[in-house]
Nanobody, 113 residues
Framework: VQLVESGGGSVQAGGSLRLSCAAS????????MAWFRQSPGKEREGVAA???????VYDDSVKGRFTISKDSAKNTVSLQMDSLRPEDTAMYYC?????????WGQGTQVTVS
């Protein structure tokens, strides 16, 4: 399974960005996908997750500002990020778990100034 993220960039505080993660190659209908982020010198942390039943979970730091969604037909998961803050600056990674295996994307940089 390959995961390709897109949509990162630079934005001013209060702005919005939308990240997308496209999965290809051996995907199954039952899965869990999530967005993680990592800042320099910090551990990778979970931001939001969604499963094939569309149950979602968010880290407290992004509740009310970020929205995770999926398009099963396109095998994509998106993260709509609104009211961005400088502390949201990080490399954002997409993660997919299916059939007991875990896959990661290469990451996309988000910078909020």
């Amino acid at each position: 399974v390959q995961l390709v993220e897109s949509g990162g960039g630079s934005v001013q505080a209060g702005g919005s960005l939308r990240l997308s993660c496209a999965a290809s190659g051996g995907t199954y209908s039952h899965y869990y996908m999530a967005w993680f982020r990592q800042s320099p010198g910090k551990e990778r942390e979970g931001v939001a997750a969604i499963d094939s039943g569309e149950t979602t979970v968010y880290d407290d730091s992004v509740k009310g500002r970020f929205t995770i969604s999926k398009d099963s037909a396109k095998n994509t998961v998106s993260l709509q990020m609104d009211s961005l803050r400088p502390e949201d600056t990080a490399m954002y990674y997409c993660k997919r778990r299916q059939c007991g295996l875990t896959y990661w994307g290469q990451g996309t940089q988000v910078t909020v100034s």
